[in-house]
């Protein structure tokens, strides 16, 4: 089935040591999100890609890039984890709009501890 | 910007009883309405969405939701509620992204409903 694919679903990493979470997709969506959700919080945009063209929200923290090589992978790079990075992460893709089908469809999310 | 709200932080239903989940939003122009449902360390999970046509839209796992206009709202709905059905319910509105003009969903602040066997 076509889907969204986080990895790893949980990741413990140390205070200050960088971290990589991954998401690929097999929907060959041109939009890929990613959302910050803590506690059981409405998800956070922190940026999304609009095929190559990378969006950063205003509020999103320098701490935070992303890359996508390609259409199927994106990355979430976390350069200095604070205790306050703790929180689920999830990826999304859409479709372009104008192309069909308008929801997001979400990954599993990769839950993230800072020690 | 548009929002979204959902006014209850947890909802409480018997089993076999009907539920119902509020959401009210805010928009300029036609509204786009979703609904996801998200159970514990998982992530979202798409339910029903309106975007144009008939009030009454029908999703998954029998859940409904009904789009009114004139009271800016989009209440999720189900006749007949399953312990299974116990999860965190998330609303949501595509939004206008700042100057680029692009698309993301923003997301009401969530409501966990509760079914009692």
């Known amino acids: 089935d076509a889907m969204v694919i986080q990895n790893p679903r949980y990741q413990v990493t140390q205070f200050g040591k960088p971290v990589t979470l991954s998401c690929s997709q097999t929907?060959?969506?041109?939009?890929m999100y990613w959302y910050q959700q803590k506690s059981s919080q409405a998800p956070k945009l922190l940026f999304h890609?609009?095929?190559?063209?990378?969006?950063n929200e205003a509020d999103t923290p320098d701490n935070f890039q992303s890359r996508r090589p390609n259409t199927s992978f994106c990355f979430l790079d976390i350069r200095s984890p604070g205790l306050g990075d703790a929180a689920m992460y999830l990826c999304?893709?859409?479709?372009?709009?104008?192309?069909?089908?308008?929801?997001?469809?979400f990954g599993q999310g990769t839950r993230l501890t800072v020690v | 910007a548009q929002s979204v709200a959902q006014p209850e932080d947890q909802v409480n239903v018997a089993e076999g009883n009907p539920l119902t989940v509020k959401c009210t939003y805010s928009v300029s122009g036609n509204p786009y309405l979703f609904w996801y449902v998200q159970y514990p360390n998982r992530g979202l999970q798409f339910l029903l969405k309106?975007?144009?046509?008939?009030?009454l839209v029908k999703g998954s796992y029998g859940f409904e939701a009904e789009f009114n206009k004139s009271q800016t709202s989009f209440h999720l709905k189900k006749p007949s509620a399953l312990v299974s059905d116990s999860a965190l319910y998330f609303c949501?509105?595509?939004?206008?992204?700042?100057?680029?003009?692009?698309?993301?969903?923003?997301f009401g602040s969530g409501t966990r409903l509760q079914v009692q066997p």
């Open positions: 890609y609009y095929d190559k063209d990378f969006n």
């Open positions: 929907l060959n969506h041109n939009v």
């Open positions: 309106y975007i144009t046509g008939d009030n």
């Open positions: 949501a509105v595509r939004d206008i992204l700042g100057l680029t003009g692009r698309r993301a969903l923003t």
């Open positions: 999304a893709t859409s479709r372009k709009p104008g192309q069909g089908d308008t929801e997001a469809f």
